[in-house]
C-alpha cells in the first residue's frame, strides 16, 4: 500500500524512434535505467520538504476481542465510539502524521482473571502486528502485557518482542495499589533492561482515588496523578538507577511532575541522610527525570510544556494525540502556537525524537 503524502512524478518524452532528447537507444536506456535508481531517492527527499512526517507515540486501537471483554463489563469509556483503521488513517493523512505507534486504551486486560488476561494480550498483541503489517509504515505497536501476572508478562514480552517485532511494551502507571517502582515488578524490570526496551506507560485511577469529585472526570485529574505517582515510585525506588537501560515513555508531557518537581528533590535529599537512601539515587534526582521521555498528548499548550521545558531537554519530548479522544490537529497546533519552541524543535518533537527511540521508523 503506498503511503500518503505527496509524491513527485516526472515524465520523459522521446523525440524519435528509439531515443529519448536525442540520445541514441543505448545512452537512453542507460540513463532510464539511473533515473529509476535515482528515483525512491527523489521521492524521498520531495517527500521530506513538503510533508511532517510525524511519528505519533500515543494513538489508540481496539482489538474487537478486547472491546467486546471490557464491555461485557461496562469498562470501556462511553465516548471512545467506534475506532478502526480508517478513522486513524484519515486523521494522520489530513495532519502529517506518517506512523502512529498504537496501544490499547483503558482500562487494559487484567479483570482478575489470569488465563483471560493472558488471552486477550496475546490476541490484542497479534491484532496490532497484523496491522502495522497490513499497512507497512503506517502503525507500530506497543505490546500489552497481563500485568501484575509476571511471569505471563514476561513470556508475552518475548513473543511480542521475538516474534510479533513489536516496537516496545505498554503498561499502566499503576496495578492495584501497586505503582511500577514496586519490588513485585523486579523480574519484569530486569528484562526489560536487558533488552533496552522501549516502555510506554499510560495512566489509569488508582483504587484509593476514583471520583473523588464528581465534577471531574477521573481521566481530568486522576491520570496525571498517577503518572506523577508511577515516575515517584521509579525514581524514590531507585529503579530508574537500577535498570537505566530502559526508554521509558510518560503520557501527558508527565502528568503533574513537572510541577512538583522541587518536593521530588527534597524527598530525594531526604532519602539520601541514610546510607540505604543514598544508594537509591547515586546520581541524584534530577538526572534521573531528566532521562526520562515525556509525550505531547492532550498537553501541547504553554501552561503544561512551560514547566517541562525547564526540566527536561526538547530531546527527551514526543508526539502524541491520545486519538481518538483528541485528534492530531489541535495538537498540532497547540505546539506550533505555545511560543516555546523553533522550527527545529517542533521537527524533533514532531519524528526526530521518536526515530532515535524506534529506529525501524527512522
Given at each position: 500500500m503506498a503511503r500518503s503524502g505527496p509524491f513527485i512524478a516526472q515524465e520523459a518524452h522521446g523525440t524519435g524512434q528509439g531515443c529519448a532528447c536525442g540520445l541514441p537507444r543505448r545512452g537512453f536506456l542507460k540513463g532510464l535505467t539511473a533515473a529509476a535508481l535515482a528515483a525512491p531517492a527523489l521521492m524521498t527527499t520531495a517527500r521530506a520538504q513538503t510533508a511532517p512526517r510525524r511519528i505519533d507515540v500515543h494513538h489508540h486501537l481496539l482489538p474487537p476481542r478486547f472491546a467486546a471483554a471490557a464491555r461485557e463489563r461496562n469498562l470501556l469509556p462511553s465516548n471512545l465510539g467506534v475506532l478502526d483503521?480508517?478513522?486513524?488513517?484519515?486523521?494522520?493523512?489530513?495532519?502529517?502524521?506518517?506512523?502512529s505507534i498504537t496501544s490499547i486504551p483503558s482500562p487494559g486486560v487484567w479483570y482478575g482473571d489470569v488465563e483471560l488476561a493472558r488471552t486477550l494480550s496475546r490476541d490484542c498483541n497479534e491484532f496490532g502486528a497484523r496491522m502495522a503489517a497490513d499497512h507497512k509504515?503506517?502503525?507500530g505497536v506497543f505490546a500489552t502485557l497481563p500485568l501484575p501476572d509476571i511471569e505471563g508478562s514476561l513470556k508475552e514480552t518475548a513473543y511480542a518482542l521475538d516474534v510479533l517485532k513489536a516496537d516496545g511494551l505498554h503498561m499502566w502507571t499503576s496495578y492495584g495499589s501497586k505503582w511500577l517502582g514496586h519490588p513485585d515488578f523486579t523480574p519484569l524490570l530486569e528484562e526489560l533492561n536487558r533488552r533496552k526496551a522501549v516502555v510506554y506507560t499510560h495512566p489509569t485511577?488508582?483504587?484509593?482515588?476514583?471520583?473523588?469529585?464528581p465534577e471531574a472526570p477521573q481521566a481530568m485529574i486522576e491520570y496525571g496523578t498517577d503518572t506523577t505517582r508511577t515516575i515517584a515510585s521509579l525514581v524514590?525506588?531507585?529503579?530508574?538507577?537500577?535498570?537505566p537501560d530502559i526508554r521509558w515513555i510518560f503520557s501527558h508531557a508527565g502528568g503533574t511532575m513537572p510541577f512538583l518537581v522541587e518536593r521530588f528533590i527534597f524527598q530525594a535529599g531526604v532519602q539520601s541522610r541514610t546510607q540505604e537512601g543514598a544508594a537509591k539515587i547515586p546520581n541524584g534526582v534530577l538526572p534521573e527525570l531528566q532521562r526520562l521521555h515525556?509525550?505531547?498528548a492532550q498537553s501541547a499548550n504553554p501552561y503544561a510544556l512551560s514547566s517541562l521545558m525547564k526540566l527536561a531537554p526538547v530531546t527527551q519530548l514526543l508526539f502524541g494525540t491520545d486519538f481518538p479522544y483528541r485528534n492530531t490537529a489541535e495538537h498540532v497546533k497547540g505546539?506550533?502556537?505555545c511560543g516555546l519552541?523553533?522550527?527545529a524543535d517542533l521537527t524533533a518533537i514532531g519524528r526526530g525524537n521518536a526515530a532515535r527511540l524506534l529506529p525501524?521508523?527512522?
Open positions: 483503521k480508517t478513522k486513524s488513517l484519515e486523521d494522520m493523512d489530513k495532519n502529517g502524521v506518517e506512523t509504515g503506517r502503525f485511577t488508582a483504587p484509593c482515588c476514583g471520583n473523588l469529585v524514590l525506588s531507585g529503579a530508574t538507577s537500577r535498570f515525556f509525550d505531547t505546539l506550533a502556537d519552541f523553533s522550527e525501524r521508523f527512522a
